[in-house]
């Protein structure tokens, strides 16, 4: 198995445009989750998912933030519009539980 | 809301030596705690986990052990050696469903 996979894996854009980002989980697993890293906070549990449905999104720091999860093999967070506060590392991880969390290599987000 | 806090935020030490890092957790409902171990620029990675029906879980150099009515639990890490040193973090499973990451320890292990 590949492990979890996320694209890009570098994201450069400007304050304003739309930045979606995308994860495939692990064969196999039913929890899929977002987190997002800095400096500052760490790591932050944005939303995650059980079986595609949306379990607990009170981590989305705002409206502009949205996630999906249209089938058990593909998940995307999107951004709209995007602001420089948005810059970090967003991690999607994928578990058979909600337990032992499998991170994929993440995507480093810029915002100008 | 629930919070898991972490110490020492840095940690240096010798090779060979032993190095120990602690987190407290609030939730008392809290049953499930790993540990994940980041390396620069690369994704976090499953190091050793326990549940709260154990004190103590060894894996070769690295063990943890928990203390449920202090709400305490520990890493351990003896011998260390320089492919030790990285960002780790410990997390507790929060309302039985979710992980709350502590704010994660440098450990830099001088050779």
């Known amino acids: 198995d590949a492990g979890v996979i996320q694209s890009p894996r570098h994201e450069v854009t400007e304050m304003g445009q739309e930045v979606t980002l995308r994860c495939k989980p692990i064969?196999?697993?039913?929890?899929l989750f977002w987190y997002r890293q800095t400096m500052m906070r760490g790591l932050e549990l944005l939303i995650y998912f059980n079986n595609n449905v949306p379990i607990d999104d009170s981590g989305m720091p705002e409206d502009r933030f949205s996630a999906k999860m249209p089938n058990a093999s593909f998940s995307t967070l999107k951004i709209q519009p995007s602001e420089p506060r948005d810059s970090a590392v967003y991690f999607c991880?994928?578990?058979?539980?909600?337990?032992?969390?499998?991170f994929g290599s993440g995507t480093q987000l810029s915002v100008l | 809301g629930e919070n898991v806090e972490q110490h020492p935020s840095t940690l240096s030490v010798q090779e060979g030596d032993s190095a120990v890092i602690k987190c407290t957790y609030s939730d008392s409902a809290s049953n499930y705690f790993p540990w994940y171990k980041q390396e620069l620029g690369k994704r976090p990675q499953l190091i050793i986990d326990i549940r709260s029906n154990v004190g103590e879980k060894k894996d070769q150099r690295i063990a943890v052990t928990l203390n449920k009515t202090a709400k305490h639990f520990s890493l351990h890490i003896t011998e260390t050696q320089p492919e030790d040193s990285a960002v780790y973090f410990c997390?507790?499973?929060?309302?039985?469903?979710?992980?709350?990451f502590g704010a994660g320890t440098i450990l830099r292990v001088k050779s």
């Open positions: 997390a507790a499973s929060i309302h039985g469903n979710k992980l709350v």
């Open positions: 064969s196999g697993h039913d929890y």
């Open positions: 991880a994928s578990s058979l539980t909600n337990e032992k969390l499998f």
